[in-house]
């Protein structure tokens, strides 16, 4: 991979992520070499994770390796020492950190920092481990990524921004529909048009337009974590973007798709997350594999 740590979606190229999906694929069907034996992962999360934390863990089992899950609140980053501070400590101790953090910059330290690997395991900004394992949902649905539409309707959060990046580098055709507000960025679209691969990026604020003729209909909740006191108030910008059978009867055949949690009953109703075409569970259990063909790329590679 052309960069040492996945802070981003943007260090990848799309050569690396086609790599990444192949070898995940090839992971989950033939099983993994404990290519990361004797190899130690730190996990540090600022924030609540089920997934997220549990397949970083069972992914370094299945390579061979171990993860070390340190308590937030006890290395308290930035508070108790600076992040520089635990960056290198950690980097004489371990051989790769993901860290989930309420700010992007703290990955960014991390990694400017360390000598190991740093995986960004969700920030107020990206959440590229997701992305990868929602591509590699749709690869294992249908088939190929090559323009493939996928809709994402809710916010322009972390989720959504990773998203759009790694669309334009699989070739997917990637439309988000949000309120006004909450799109993603002017900056967000610019990066992800600049980028090689072959994908789209295109927003709208009307969610059957998003919908109509896409293969996938995907949707984040509308509070992130860390914006609960703004929940009240996003439940009324939101209303209208919730998927749902109304929705969803636009886009006949769409897979629904959602990273969880999931709010039911707000940004998607129980009956579409628990309906024939949800993949909700596969993008949850592809985690594993996503990360554990990024990590043996960035803790096993170049290494005797
Ligand atoms: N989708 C996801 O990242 O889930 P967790 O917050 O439970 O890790
Ligand atoms: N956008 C959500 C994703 C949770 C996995 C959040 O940041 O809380």
Not at 99 to 112: G, I, N, S, Y
Not at 153 to 181: K, Q, T
Request: with cysteine; hydrophobic share 45%.
């Amino acid at each position: 991979m052309q960069s040492p740590d996945l802070t981003s979606i943007l260090d990848l190229t799309p050569e690396d992520i086609e790599r990444i999906l192949d070898t995940a694929l090839a992971m989950k069907r033939d099983g993994a070499a404990p290519v990361l034996q004797g190899r130690t992962l730190a996990l540090i999360f600022e924030k609540p994770s089920l997934r997220t934390r549990v397949s970083f863990e069972i992914a370094m089992t299945n390579l061979g390796g171990r993860a070390t899950h340190l308590e937030a609140h006890q290395v308290q980053m930035g508070d108790r020492e600076p992040t520089a501070d635990v960056a290198r400590v950690l980097s004489r101790m371990v051989h790769g950190i993901a860290a989930r953090t309420f700010e992007h910059q703290t990955v960014l330290d991390l990694a400017r920092w360390a000598d190991i690997p740093v995986i960004n395991a969700l920030s107020d900004v990206e959440h590229p481990c997701q992305a990868l394992a929602d591509l590699l949902t749709l690869r294992e649905h249908l088939g190929s990524l090559r323009g493939v539409r996928l809709a994402y309707v809710g916010d322009g959060n972390n989720v959504a921004r990773s998203l759009a990046y790694a669309s334009m580098m699989s070739g997917v055709d990637f439309v988000c529909a949000s309120p006004g507000g909450f799109e993603l960025t002017a900056g967000d679209i610019e990066r992800a048009r600049a980028l090689p691969g072959g994908g789209s990026v295109t927003l709208t604020s009307v969610p059957t337009e998003a919908v109509a003729g896409a293969s996938a209909v995907y949707t984040d909740v509308w509070t992130s974590m860390g914006q609960e006191h703004e929940a009240d108030d996003r439940r009324e910008h939101f209303a209208g973007f919730q998927v749902n059978a109304e929705l969803l009867a636009r886009a006949p055949g769409a897979l629904v798709m959602h990273d969880l949690p999931a709010h039911r009953g707000e940004e998607i109703t129980a009956e579409a997350l628990e309906s024939e075409r949800s993949v909700v569970f596969d993008q949850a259990e592809n985690r594993v594999f996503a990360q554990q063909a990024v990590l043996s790329m960035l803790l096993a590679e170049g290494l005797a």
